[in-house]
């Protein structure tokens, strides 16, 4: 059971305003509102001169705001002692999750480097897990904008949801090898108008990140918690590391 409040019997599933429980009513409010107000995020979004991380905590907050009271503000001040994982990835620090959002952010400033490292970019978005849900249609829709500023789209409708997951798994756990640039490379297409983004963002299937369901909570004051994040904090370094070396086989700049 996901409970990082442990209050679920009292407020339902992350406090939601309807104190609901039901994980299969919980996934038809939150798809109904990403359709519902997607319209108001993605007018939002192209009104903006750069895309910040207050505007990707803003995004979330247009999307989710109805049902869950604390959309909008990111773990560090939600719930700043608490480790989630989903599997064997084990998220940011909540400390870090601005961090790591940014550095995303920072890479997606030039089209030329946006355009090589969409993976990276959406890897960095996801490891970083600002939210306690919503994280995958925010970071999509943001990532979406950003493609579109750089001058070309991604025709995720014809990703699939177990490869793409996939592909996103190992680009946390190893990032800076162009694991997901790579899987993402085959489904760059020419910039789409915002006008058709509607429908194709809606009708896309597994793209809610590596959140919703079968994600855990830990208590990160707990020593064994605490290693784990930083035997994968250390593995990232790392990673970066070998991939910054031509003789380890990573690419230059990574």
């Given at each position: 059971m996901f409970d990082p409040f442990?209050?679920?019997?009292?407020?339902g599933y992350l406090r939601n305003v309807q104190q609901v429980k039901e994980p299969a009513i919980i996934k038809a409010i939150e798809h109904e509102l990403f359709r519902l107000n997607l319209p108001l995020a993605l007018k939002y979004l192209s009104s903006l001169k750069?895309?910040?991380?207050?505007?990707?905590?803003?995004?979330?907050?247009?999307?989710?705001?109805?049902?869950?009271?604390?959309?909008?503000?990111?773990?560090?001040?939600?719930?700043?002692?608490?480790?989630?994982?989903?599997?064997?990835v084990m998220f940011a620090h909540?400390?870090?999750?601005?961090?790591?959002?940014?550095?995303?952010?920072?890479?997606?400033?030039?089209?030329?480097?946006?355009?090589a490292k969409a993976g990276e970019i959406m890897g960095l978005f996801a490891y970083g897990?600002?939210?306690?849900?919503?994280?995958?249609?925010?970071?999509?829709?943001?990532h979406m904008e950003l493609c579109h500023r750089a001058g070309f789209s991604i025709r995720w409708a014809d990703s699939r949801k177990e490869d793409y997951l996939q592909a996103l798994?190992?680009?946390?756990?190893?990032?800076?090898?162009?694991?997901?640039?790579?899987?993402?490379?085959?489904?760059?297409?020419?910039?789409?108008?915002?006008?058709?983004?509607?429908?194709?963002?809606?009708?896309?299937?597994?793209l809610d990140g590596l959140?919703?369901?079968g994600q855990a909570n830990e208590n990160l004051a707990d020593p064994d918690v605490?290693?784990?994040?930083?035997?994968q904090e250390?593995?990232?370094?790392a990673s970066y590391r070998a991939a910054e070396l031509p003789e380890a086989g990573g690419k230059p700049g990574g």
């Open positions: 442990g209050d679920f019997e009292n407020a750069g895309v910040t991380y207050a505007d990707f905590l803003k995004t979330h907050s247009l999307l989710f705001s109805d049902f869950y009271p604390w959309a909008g503000k990111d773990r560090v001040d939600v719930a700043p002692l608490v480790a989630i994982s989903k599997g064997s909540p400390a870090d999750a601005r961090r790591a959002v940014e550095l995303g952010l920072s890479l997606a400033h030039d089209a030329h480097s946006m355009r897990h600002p939210f306690l849900d919503g994280n995958g249609r925010t970071m999509l829709l943001v798994s190992k680009e946390i756990d190893s990032p800076g090898r162009g694991v997901l640039d790579t899987y993402l490379a085959a489904f760059i297409d020419a910039r789409r108008e915002r006008e058709h983004w509607g429908e194709s963002v809606t009708s896309i299937q597994g959140d919703g369901g605490a290693e784990r994040y930083q035997q250390l593995r990232r370094v």
